[in-house]
Nanobody, 119 residues
Framework: QEQLVESGGGLVQPGGSLRLSCAAS????????VGWYRQPPGKQRELVAS???????TYADSVKGRFTISRDNAKNTVYLQMNSLKPEDTAVYYC?????????????WGQGTQVTVSS
C-alpha cells in the first residue's frame, strides 16, 4: 500500500526555522520526482519545491533562497528545511510524487503537517 507520512510542523515565530520530513512508500519514492506542496487557509494547494532522484531541485519563487529540499533515497524520505519563515508560509504542508496519476484525488495524499508562522 502506498503511504505518505509528513511530520515536523509546528508554531514558529517569523524569522524562525522548521525542518519537515516525509516518509514515503518505496513505490512513490523511487519512481518519481518528489515534491513538497502547501495549502494555505482558503487557498489551493501549490507546489513549493521538488527534487529528482539525482537530487536536482526546483523551487517556487516565493521560497527560493529560504527553503531547501533534499531526499534520502536509502530511507525513502524527503525533507524540507525552511528558514526565515514568514507569516505567508502558514499552510498545511504535504509531500507527494509529482508524476502520480492520482493527485486530483484526496486519497492520494497524506495527512499533511501544519506550519503556523506567527508572533
Amino acid at each position: 500500500q502506498e503511504q505518505l507520512v509528513e511530520s515536523g510542523g509546528g508554531l514558529v515565530q517569523p524569522g524562525g526555522s522548521l525542518r519537515l520530513s516525509c516518509a514515503a512508500s518505496k513505490n512513490i519514492f523511487t519512481r518519481n520526482v518528489v515534491g513538497w506542496y502547501r495549502q494555505p487557509p482558503g487557498k489551493q494547494r501549490e507546489l513549493v519545491a521538488s527534487v529528482t532522484i539525482g537530487s536536482n531541485t526546483t523551487y517556487a519563487d516565493s521560497v527560493k533562497g529560504r527553503f531547501t529540499i533534499s531526499r534520502d533515497n536509502a530511507k525513502n524520505t524527503v525533507y524540507l528545511q525552511m528558514n526565515s519563515l514568514k507569516p505567508e508560509d502558514t499552510a498545511v504542508y504535504y509531500c507527494n510524487g509529482l508524476g502520480r496519476l492520482c493527485l486530483s484525488f484526496p486519497s492520494c495524499w497524506g495527512q499533511g503537517t501544519q506550519v503556523t508562522v506567527s508572533s
